[in-house]
Structures are given as C-alpha cells and as structure tokens.
C-alpha cells in the first residue's frame, strides 16, 4: 500500500516538511477552525473555486461542508505525496501537481481562490507572480483568501499596488497552532487604483 494512504496526516506534514521546509512551512495541517474561517464567504453559488497549496485537503474539506461541489474544486499541489492523498480524497475534483506560480493557461474561470500556501516564506517576486496569475484566472470580484501567522497580510504592500489589488483583514483564529488571520484579496476598483496611485507618489 503507498505510503500516502496509511501515513497520517500530520505525520505526512512532518515528513514533507523535514524534506523541503520552505516549500511546505509548517509542521502540522490547519485547524477545522481555520478552515472554517478562510472559507467562511463562500458559498455554493459562488461557482468553481481554485485552492492552491491543500496539503492534505483541509479546506477542501471545510469548501465541501459548504457545498461547493467536488467537481467545482482545481487543487493545485506541487508536493508529490500530498498530490497522491488528494487525488485519492478527493476523486472527483481536479488536481493539478504544479507550481502555484506556473498555472496551465486552460486553468480559469473561478469564483474564488483560497490559498494555504507559505507566502512569507517567498520572495516577493514569487508571491507577485502567484498573485497575478491567480487574479487572471478569477472572474469578475471574485476574491483571494489567503492565512497567515504573521502580524500583517503576507502579501508586501508593494505588491499589491503594482497589481492593483487590496487587502483587507477578516478573521483571527486564536485556537490555530500557531494562531493564525485571514485576509481577503480583491481588485481594486478604478478609483482606489487612482488614489493608491497619487499616495505612492507623495
């Protein structure tokens, strides 16, 4: 039997994170309460939802007690074993073993985008480019949810203006380990672009 099937969870966490600890950075899954808090304004009538970084599919999971479809899900995982467990959890969505930063162009189309993935641990040209390709593949105002165990939002405030986009906090969740926020990412509308645009040049 493949070892992804039998080795639980947060031990497959461990292992993973012991062979690559800036890919994975973090030692065990995300709390239910975190789940349930980065997925809280999402609904089934939000449409596809793209998750880049599930690890071993914690938020898939609290995106499937909400009633998001299996088949609405596109789980982008670059770590082999956690690609594997996904596929097998989770059948019917699509799983995609690549970079959050090199996404399939055919790969659009969503509603909503809920990261797991370590930003703090990436350079900022990295962190940009995971944004803006996730950002081209959402319609309309849909959202970026993204958590963090830092004081602020991951992103670096730079980055987000160069891709016209704002964050804003929305949840504390003081009984993760560590303790974790949420923040929501979305594009700003023409006029906030043009205000961010006149106080970075003071």
């Known amino acids: 039997m493949n070892l992804s099937r039998r080795t639980p969870d947060h031990l497959l966490f461990l292992r993973s994170w012991i062979s ?20 809280a304004d999402i609904s089934p009538r939000s449409g596809p939802v793209l998750e880049l970084g599930p690890g071993t599919g ?17 789980l982008v995982e670059r770590e082999p074993a956690f690609a594997e467990l996904l596929r097998i959890r989770f059948p019917a969505a699509s799983v ?16 909503a985008a809920v990261s ?20 081209e593949r959402l319609v309309g105002d849909a959202c970026f949810y993204q958590f963090t165990y830092g004081p602020r939002c991951p992103v670096p405030e730079a980055v987000l203006l160069r891709l016209g986009l704002a964050a804003r ?34």
Do not use: H, K, W
């Open 58 to 74: 914690v938020f898939t999971q609290a995106l499937l007690r909400r009633g998001i479809p299996e088949a609405a899900l596109t």
């Open 96 to 111: 995609l073993e690549c970079d959050a930063a090199t996404l399939p162009s055919g790969c659009r189309g969503f509603s």
């Open 20 to 39: 690559r600890p800036l890919q994975v950075a973090a030692v065990a899954p995300s709390s239910r309460r975190l789940a349930e808090a980065i997925t």
């Open 169 to 202: 906090f929305r949840r504390f969740v003081p009984l993760n380990l560590p303790p974790a926020s949420v923040y929501r990412i979305t594009r700003l509308s023409s006029l906030q672009e043009q205000e961010a645009s006149q106080c970075a040049s003071f």
């Open 116 to 135: 797991g993935l370590p930003l703090l641990s990436m350079p900022p040209g990295q962190v940009e480019r995971i944004l803006a390709g996730a950002f």
